[in-house]
C-alpha cells in the first residue's frame, strides 16, 4: 500500500505544474538602457553642466573627484592632481602647451583657459597615457574644442550666457557663434570677467579682484566628417590681479596662442602651436608700498610645438596610436628695483630666469585591446630627447651677483648644457 500512495502523491504533486505549462503567456520585450561605466582614473567633463560661476579653469577642475588646487589670489588656481602639481601635470589648451610667465607661479596654464570657452575637459589621472608629452607623473588634462561639422539645414549656431555672484560682485559674459557650411566655418568665441574683492567669514575684505578678456577666431575646413582642418587665433588679457597671498601684484598679464590641427579618415592627427605669455608684477601700482624699494619683474615665456600621431585599429581591435612630438620653451625674467620716489624701477636687482631654453623631442606608442569583455590591456612606451640650456647664467646684476654664482651657493653647481634621455611607460 506504500508504494501506491506515493505514487498517487506524486502524481498529484505534478498535475497543477503540467496544467499551469500549458498555459503561457508571452511578455512584451522589456529594453534597459545605462550609462556606460566610466574609464578608472578618468573624466571627461562638459563645461555647460558645471554649476555655478568658477574663477578659472583650476577652479572648475577641483570640483572633479582626486582634483584639488592652490591659489594666491582669485584668480590663477594651480591644480593637484594625486598630490602632483606644475610640471608633472601635462596640462594642453585645445591641443597647445602654455607655460605660463611668473617665476611665482601667479599664472599656471589653467589661468588662460576660461572654461567656458571649451567644449570638453578631459582629467588623466596619473600615468595612463604616453601621447601628450613626457613626465605627467601626476596626469593629464585636456581642454578641448571640438566644433560639430555644420550641415544644408544648420548653417549657424550660438550661445550666450553670463553670471553674477554676490560675494565680490563677479560679472561674467560669454558668447560663442559659428556659422558657415558644410565645407567649412568660422567660429568666434569670447569671454568678460570682471571680480572685486571677496568678504570671508568675519566679513574681513580679501584681495582677490581682477579682470579678464578672451578672444578666440577659428576658421576650420571639414570637406566630409572625418576630414578638418583648422587655425585658430587666441588672445587673453588679464589686468590687475590682486594677490593675498603674495608680496606682489600683477598688473598685466597677456598670452597670444596660435594652433593649427588637421585629421583625416585614416586616423592620422597633426597639431602645431606657438604660444607667447608675457606677465608683470609688483609691489608698488595695485598697493601701497611697505617695502624699502620698489620692486618689478617683467617676464616672458614662449612655447612652440607640434605633435603628429596615427590610429591603426587592427582586426582583433587591438588600436595602435603612434607618433612624435615635438616642444620648445623660452623663459627669462628680470628683477628690477629702485627707490620710493623712482616711477618705474630700472636697477637691474635679480636675474630669475636667466634667458633659458628647454627642447624636447619625443617619439610614443601606445596600444589597448579588450580582454574579455570587461576587461582592457592598454600599454605605452616613450622616448624624449630634453636639452636645457641657461644662456644668461653669467650676467651680473647688482652688486655683480650672477645667476651661476647663487647656483654655486645654493646648489653646488652652474647652470651648465643638460642634455638628457629619457625612457617612460606604463602597463
Known amino acids: 500500500m506504500k508504494p501506491k500512495l506515493l505514487t498517487l502523491s506524486l502524481v498529484s504533486a505534478i498535475t497543477p505544474i503540467t496544467l499551469l505549462a500549458e498555459d503561457v ?74 607655460h605660463g610667465g611668473c617665476p611665482n607661479r601667479m599664472d599656471p596654464p589653467t589661468a588662460y583657459s576660461p572654461v567656458e570657452t571649451y567644449d570638453s575637459v578631459t582629467v588623466i589621472k596619473g600615468s595612463q597615457t604616453v601621447i601628450y608629452g613626457g613626465g605627467g607623473s601626476g596626469g593629464t588634462v585636456l581642454f578641448e574644442r571640438k566644433t560639430p561639422r555644420l550641415t544644408e539645414d544648420k548653417f549657424i549656431r550660438g550661445q550666450v550666457g553670463g553670471g553674477y555672484t554676490t560675494n565680490s560682485g563677479t560679472k561674467e559674459l560669454f558668447g560663442d557663434v559659428t556659422a558657415g557650411s558644410t565645407q567649412g566655418f568660422a567660429r568666434g568665441i569670447i569671454e568678460y570677467r570682471d571680480a572685486d574683492n571677496y568678504e570671508d567669514g568675519s566679513g574681513n575684505e580679501t584681495r582677490s579682484a581682477h579682470t579678464s578678456q578672451t578672444g578666440n577666431l577659428i576658421l576650420g575646413y571639414t570637406p566630409n566628417d572625418k576630414t578638418r582642418l583648422e587655425l585658430g587665433l587666441e588672445a587673453n588679457r588679464t589686468e590687475d590681479v590682486l594677490y593675498s597671498g603674495a608680496g606682489m601684484d600683477s598688473p598685466q598679464a597677456d598670452n597670444d596662442t596660435i594652433r593649427l590641427k588637421y585629421e583625416n579618415q585614416w586616423g592620422t592627427k597633426a597639431d602645431v602651436y606657438y604660444s607667447d605669455v608675457e606677465h608683470v608684477m609688483d609691489n608698488y601700482s595695485l598697493r601701497s608700498l611697505t617695502a624699502p624699494m620698489k620692486m618689478r619683474v617683467p617676464s616672458k615665456s614662449k612655447t612652440q610645438g607640434g605633435r603628429i600621431s596615427h590610429n591603426l585599429l587592427m582586426d582583433n581591435e587591438m588600436e595602435w596610436t603612434m607618433g612624435f612630438d615635438y616642444q620648445h620653451n623660452n623663459r627669462d625674467a628680470n628683477r628690477f628695483a629702485g627707490p620710493p620716489n623712482m616711477p618705474t624701477p630700472t636697477m637691474l636687482q635679480s636675474i630669475m630666469w636667466p634667458d633659458v631654453d628647454l627642447t624636447q623631442i619625443g617619439m610614443f606608442g601606445e596600444m589597448q585591446m579588450p580582454v574579455r569583455d570587461i576587461h582592457i590591456l592598454k600599454m605605452g612606451l616613450r622616448y624624449d630627447r630634453v636639452t636645457s640650456e641657461a644662456n644668461r647664467a653669467g650676467q651680473a646684476a647688482m652688486g655683480g651677483v650672477t645667476p651661476n654664482r647663487l647656483y654655486q651657493q645654493y646648489y653646488g653647481k652652474n647652470a651648465d648644457v643638460v642634455d638628457e634621455n629619457n625612457i617612460g611607460g606604463f602597463i
Not at 30 to 35: F, H, L
Not at 54 to 78: C, E, K, N, Y
Open 25 to 98: 503567456t508571452t511578455l512584451p520585450t522589456i529594453t534597459v538602457e545605462g550609462e556606460r561605466l566610466p574609464e578608472p582614473g578618468i573624466s571627461r567633463e562638459k563645461p555647460e553642466d558645471m554649476v555655478g560661476t568658477p574663477a578659472d579653469a583650476g577652479d572648475f577642475l577641483r570640483d572633479i573627484p582626486g582634483v584639488s588646487g592652490t591659489r594666491m589670489g582669485g584668480h590663477g588656481i594651480d591644480p593637484i592632481i594625486r598630490g602632483q602639481s606644475q610640471t608633472q601635470l601635462n596640462i594642453l589648451l585645445d591641443g597647445a602647451y602654455v
